[in-house]
């Protein structure tokens, strides 16, 4: 296996220079907990001794990462010197039984399973070789072994050039066009790993499409017990079909809170599910649609298709035992009576690049709540046309939002559609709740002062929004483009995960250096149609 670390002087110096950041970080930390007051000796002891604690914990977790850096640098050191003290392989089977003793060696030094040991040499390789800017923060303690472990997974099938170019994007300030928003540390790990797919996705599209076509073909439903009586139900569909279906039991979940409902949302979520699953359909539900594969409309569907995710049954108005069947015995705590709410609708924002919409280039396109979706995708999306499905269309010369498309412009739900484009997530630190369960809050409250503005709207899921009334979890001011950060009670800030916009693709032959501008209107600035859409918006 080669590696990008030399096994004599330069594998020792990476290996030094690895230990020498864990010694400075673990030096920190000592000089940190020597330097506290003594108990009872500040004017706060305990608030002292509080943030003394928070300070800790983060040396303790860069600590971890130049630990784990540490480890990458040695896994790949061992890795290429047991290769140069075997005699070359001759043969597959002889390679084959070299990689496997060396696999069996880090497996048993690590106590970890063969699987394990042999992903982390996959993992040691890639960041020695061709990410060594990712390991170098890694190292630096400025990201997490999630992190880096994210990199190297959303980096494998793409050459060296490519791979340089994503790392570089997210890492090097100095890159022609840098990640906006947080930092790659300031994200809990599967947000940027999500960040990274996007980015991924959208600049290199080429292979999306055939992976699409690839993975649909492997659609399936899995069915695993568990213990306690309980069972796993899952369904491996297309990103369109499978976001109808959970938008479509969220919204009929939702219709059925109430004060006498006990049940929590995703409770109820997965009842209304079973209860679909087993042949119930909400009340008022109709026939078929003309557009069975619309992610917006799950709620039409015809049950005949079989990518549809909505009306499965004709037995309207009964309540369904996930278990036992249909019922109507108002002692079961898991019946659902789907009869006695209407057919809800959930809308779907789907980012469209405008030029990828008149089909002139391949761009991938974003369904809120799921990420890049093929470009064939999103153009069928919008010539099915499902009627609560908003599509969002894209400058080419930036890729900031341009507009929202809808047929009724009532101005609290506008800025209400245009808040969950923005922010595409609950707003607080770490939480991925999706646009679909949030709400939108004040930043600054009415009673305070507060104005009803996109830059003081935020969006929170209840949990969030609960904790932001009943705590000192303060949210920082919005702009137009930017969700507000946080500031923690102990006086820490967080930065916001700003949408990390990419300027889209611009059909072959066409002078991208160019931008057809009306007569009147600056060459670098918005367009009327534009301008009156952001006052109307923010008015």
């Known amino acids: ?26 030096h920190e930390l000592d000089r940190l907990v020597a330097g506290g007051s003594p108990a009872g000796a500040g004017p706060d002891p305990l608030r002292e001794l509080s943030e003394a604690s928070l300070e800790g914990l983060e040396v303790l977790a860069r600590i971890e990462a130049a630990t784990a850096a540490a480890k990458v640098r040695m896994i790949a050191v061992h890795a290429e010197a047991a290769t140069l003290l075997e005699a070359p392989p001759v043969g597959a089977y002889r390679e084959s039984a070299q990689e496997m003793t060396m696999v069996a060696e880090i497996a048993c030094v690590l106590t970890i399973g063969e699987r394990a040991a042999s992903a982390l040499l996959g993992q040691a390789h890639a960041l020695t070789t061709t990410l060594p800017a990712a390991l170098d923060a890694l190292q630096a303690g400025t990201i997490s072994w999630q992190h880096a472990r994210a990199v190297v997974d959303e980096t494998t099938g793409l050459d060296p050039a490519r791979a340089a170019a994503l ?55 899995e069915y695993r017990p568990d213990v306690d009586g309980m069972a796993w139900l899952s369904l491996y569909l297309p990103g369109d079909t499978a976001c109808a279906v959970w938008n479509k039991a969220s919204a009929v979940a939702r219709g059925l809170q109430g004060p006498g409902e006990g049940r929590t949302l995703t409770q109820l979520r997965a009842d209304v599910a079973a209860a679909l699953l087993m042949g119930a359909r909400a009340g008022g539900a109709g026939g078929a649609a003309s557009n069975p594969g619309a992610a917006g409309d799950a709620s039409n569907r015809d049950a005949s298709n079989p990518g549809a995710a909505g009306d499965v049954g004709h037995d309207a108005g009964r309540s369904f035992d996930a278990g036992n069947g249909p019922h109507t015995e108002d002692g079961n705590p898991y019946a659902v009576d789907l009869g ?56 080419p010369r930036d890729g900031a939002p341009l507009e929202i498309g809808r047929t009724s412009y009532r101005l609290p739900e506008s800025m209400k559609r245009w808040i969950r484009m923005r922010d595409g997530r609950c707003t607080f630190p770490g939480c991925s709740n999706h646009t679909q369960d949030n ?22 899921c209840p949990k969030h929004h609960r904790l932001k009334h009943s705590s000192t979890w303060t949210p920082t001011p919005a702009t137009m483009n930017e969700p507000p950060g946080w500031t923690s009670p102990a006086g820490r800030h967080y930065p916001a995960e700003q949408p990390d916009w990419q300027k889209p693709q611009w059909p072959p032959g066409f002078p991208a250096g160019e931008w057809i501008v009306p007569p009147g209107c600056p060459p670098c600035g918005a367009s009327p149609f534009e301008e009156i859409i952001v006052a109307y918006l923010a008015s």
């Open 1 to 26: 296996m080669e590696t990008g670390v030399g096994a004599g002087a330069g594998g020792r110096a990476a290996i030094d220079s690895a230990i020498v950041s864990v010694a400075g970080l673990v």
């Open 167 to 221: 790392v570089a994007h997210f890492f090097d300030p100095e890159d022609p066009n840098p990640a906006r928003g947080a930092a790659p540390g300031d994200l809990v790990p599967s947000r940027f790993r999500r960040k990274v797919r996007a980015w991924r996705e959208r600049t290199f599209p080429e292979s999306l499409e055939e992976r699409h076509a690839i993975g649909v073909a492997d659609r399936r439903m």
């Open 340 to 395: 006695r709410i209407p057919t809800p609708r959930a809308d779907v924002l789907v980012t469209v690049p405008v030029f990828s919409l008149l089909g002139l280039t391949d761009e991938p396109a974003d369904l809120d709540g799921f990420g890049p979706i093929p470009a064939s995708m999103a153009r069928r999306l919008v010539a099915d046309g499902a009627g609560s499905f908003y599509r969002v269309l894209v400058d």
């Open 439 to 460: 709400e939108t809050d004040h930043l600054t409250a009415w009673q305070h002062g507060g104005t009803t503005g996109i830059s003081n709207l935020g969006q929170l």
